[in-house]
């Protein structure tokens, strides 16, 4: 007799599996292009236009400590994270709207700090600021960002429309937020540009926009949770294996310097999120295309392996020479 398991608890679930569930109960209307799963939801808005629609939440001692950053940074981070995902989908960024639940202990020119961050970084993208929502929280500090922008219905970037033997590349270094959040962790001080990484991420917009309205990419996520896990969604919506070879995978002076002396942590270049590059596919022969807008964007864009059939799952080729299977892991909420 086949035994099965209930899941009770969100731990065994994961945050995955919670979206899983929930996915299944939704209703989607005919409006809706892409619904939940996906860096942005899309609906049809107008002809040949599609809006992009996506959500994140920011919690103290969750996602970040005020003791580690300054709160302009923060106020920055919390709009650069979610422009990200309008990057992922190749798209346009134009609305925002901002929630904060505001602990007692923050002053009113701690609140400002975070204001200016997060405007700076909305007007640096050409977007806007239109509304939101204040309360008071108990004692810790509460974001919830929601960002809208738009793309072509035809040029629009998915995380399931990779095909079996196109190329896979990455946008800038991996890694290095994860570094500093490791050395924070760990009460050490990462460099300035390591804690830059981590708290003042870039969204990788005008890279989006170009490989999509050139149609050189064919799927695309940004690395918010760790290369191997957000590899594993265009695997698992696409049907497909990979191929990756670590000694592709680029990283800053900085992380290569920290793992040529702590080799323990190289974990942290396939697990480690919050770096918001672009994963994206592309056919072999758009090597040259893509080169070409690295060099114009001055942004490095590296091929780390290739798109397999489903069967052959996700190998990677470690830095001894060694090829061994793994798992698509990285970070999971109510699971880490």
Request: proline share 3%; with cysteine; hydrophobic share 40%.
């Amino acid at each position: 007799m086949t035994k099965t398991t209930s899941l009770t608890s969100l731990a065994q679930a994961g945050e995955f599996g919670l979206i899983e569930r929930i996915k299944r109960q939704a209703q989607q209307g005919d409006s809706v292009v892409l619904g939940i799963g996906d860096d942005c939801s899309a609906t049809h808005v107008a002809e040949g236009k599609v809006l992009l629609t996506s959500k994140d939440l920011l919690i103290e001692e969750v996602h970040f400590r005020r003791c580690w950053t300054d709160m302009y940074s923060l106020g920055r981070k919390s709009a650069a994270v979610n422009l990200s995902d309008i990057a992922a989908m190749g798209g346009t960024p134009h609305h925002l709207y901002l929630g904060v639940g505001l602990p007692a202990d923050l002053s009113l020119a701690e609140v400002d700090n975070f204001s200016r961050g997060f405007l700076d970084e909305v007007d640096q993208a050409g977007a806007s600021l239109c509304g939101g929502d204040t309360c008071r929280s108990s004692d810790k500090l509460i974001i919830s960002v929601t960002v809208q922008g738009s793309v072509s219905a035809t040029q629009m970037l998915s995380r399931k429309t990779a095909q079996e033997g196109e190329a896979l590349f990455v946008s800038g270094t991996l890694g290095d937020s994860a570094l500093a959040l490791a050395l924070l962790l760990r009460g050490e001080n990462p460099s300035d540009f390591l804690c830059q990484r981590h708290h003042r991420p870039t969204p990788r917009l005008a890279l989006g926009q170009a490989l999509a309205q050139q149609g050189i990419a064919t799927s695309m996520i940004d690395i918010s949770d760790g290369l191997l896990s957000d590899l594993g969604h265009i695997l698992k919506q696409s049907a497909l294996g990979a191929h990756i070879d670590q000694q592709q995978i680029p990283l800053s002076s900085d992380t290569r310097q920290h793992l040529h002396d702590h080799p323990a942590d190289e974990d942290l270049i396939l697990q480690g999120g919050e770096d918001y590059e672009l994963l994206f596919s592309a056919p072999s022969c758009c090597s040259d295309a893509i080169d070409a807008l690295g060099h114009r964007l001055n942004l490095p864009l590296t091929r780390i392996g290739t798109l397999l059939a489903a069967e052959q799952g996700l190998t990677l080729v470690q830095l001894n020479g060694q090829e061994q299977r793994v798992e698509a892991r990285g970070f999971n909420h109510f699971r880490s």
